[in-house]
């Protein structure tokens, strides 16, 4: 059936082009509107809700290893000799001694890296070298990221057969010689995955401090090139809550290296030979520049969610349920779960960070000798030690009292 015509005069045409004609029913636009609102305003909140709970997450997992971890191992030292029989030992207490062992392979491995080496190397290159490289290092982080975190949970379950009591001498050979090289494997891939990360931070304080506005501006477009790899894409809910935890995972990375950055910098311009400490003018340009490459990252992910949300046809409710999600995995507190569902490898990130404050206590102190300054330098550490405890324990409470809150309230909503 053909559409019905309708002839008009040119005064009548003229007069409905000059008038209003009749209003749009109400609901015309509805659904755009809330679809706007949601991708510029409730994608954004919640995400950062998300991401920020996270981080504080991460930041729990990775004073672990500076703190309850080393007082773990400590009680367990001074228990008497006669009850370190493997019966007694719990599967917990082999994984902490074997991060920690993790820990101090990767950071001395770490310390031994040439800075200067590296840094004069990449900076000496071509600009659109330099671009490929950081492309480079971001793919193996997120490779490496997902690897490490599987090795790490087999190596977890390692610990848990190496606890229980063997039947014959066989079977303990067999069960010690798996956990080798379980070790091995978690040891290589958190090797590999801090001088990644170690590398990711010299290109950026190659960026911030040479000067060069060109490789500053490659740093903050090489954000805005990862949206392009996104957001045409289909994502399902379940893949959405893995980007958004692995942007809480790289913003966090992100921060440890630009924390090294900082110290290197400030090693160089007060430590070095003609350096004078109280000469701090290159502090605020460098504070400055700091804020402009966490604004980006922060920016172009919120991009990235906004669109992604918006092409998926996925709400802002869904943000809310990948925190409810977190918080459950907050108050069942096990480092398997990390591995497991965030993704994280703390003891890269603890390497990475053991590197940049390393120097700087160190030359910081270089003027104080004998035993009064090995004194003075047990003194301070013990009161850091203490102080980071605190802090721990105190972020640790606060995160399950939120994490419990934010679990009520959705159990009550449910009801």
């Known amino acids: 059936m053909g559409v019905a015509k309708v002839r008009r005069s040119l005064a009548q045409y003229v007069a409905s082009q000059l008038g209003y004609g009749e209003l749009p029913p109400l609901e015309t636009g509805l659904r755009e509107r809330n679809i706007l609102y949601d991708t510029v305003v409730g994608i954004p909140l919640r995400l950062e809700q998300l991401i920020f709970f996270t981080c504080l997450r991460l930041l729990d997992c990775f004073l672990e290893l500076f703190t309850t971890l ?14 370190w029989t493997k019966s007694q030992v719990h599967p917990a207490q082999i994984f902490d001694f074997l991060q920690a062992l993790i820990v101090a392979l990767t950071t001395v491995a770490l310390y031994h890296a040439d800075v200067s080496y590296l840094y004069h190397l990449i900076r000496g290159q071509e600009l659109l070298k330099v671009y490929v490289v950081f492309v480079m290092l971001e793919t193996f982080d997120r490779l490496l990221t997902a690897f490490g975190s599987d090795a790490m949970l087999a190596l977890h379950r390692r610990a848990i057969e190496a606890a229980t009591p063997a039947a014959d001498l066989a079977a303990l050979v067999r069960t010690l010689s798996l956990l080798g090289l379980d070790f091995l494997l978690s040891f290589t891939a958190c090797l590999l995955h801090v001088f990644t990360l170690f590398a990711q931070a010299v290109a950026l304080n190659v960026a911030m401090n040479s000067g060069s506005n060109a490789l500053l501006t490659m740093v903050i477009s090489n954000n805005f090139g990862e949206i392009k790899s996104y957001v045409f894409k289909n994502y399902d809910e379940r893949k959405l809550f893995a980007v958004a935890v692995g942007d809480a995972v790289e913003r966090f990375h992100k921060g440890i290296g630009l924390l090294w950055v900082l110290t290197e910098t400030y090693r160089m311009r007060v430590f070095s030979a003609d350096g004078d400490a109280f000469d701090l003018e290159w502090l605020p340009q460098f504070l400055r520049t700091l804020a402009v490459v966490f604004s980006i990252e922060i ?117």
């Open 299 to 415: 920016l172009c992910d919120n991009v990235k969610h906004a669109f992604l949300s918006k092409f998926n046809a996925i709400k802002p409710q869904v943000y809310r349920g990948f925190l409810t999600q977190v918080c459950r995995q907050t108050l069942n507190p096990r480092n398997q779960l990390t591995y497991q569902q965030i993704k994280f490898l703390p003891q890269v990130s603890a390497a990475l960070f053991l590197r940049a404050v390393a120097h700087f206590f160190w030359e910081g102190h270089s003027g104080l000798a004998g035993p009064l300054g090995l004194g003075w330098r047990l003194t301070e550490w013990l009161a850091v030690f203490l102080m980071l405890v605190g802090v721990k324990l105190g972020l640790g409470w606060m995160l399950v009292e939120h994490a419990q809150w934010v679990v009520d309230r959705v159990e009550r909503h449910k009801t």
């Open 70 to 83: 080393p007082l773990r191992l400590a009680l367990r030292a001074m228990q008497a000799p006669r009850s």
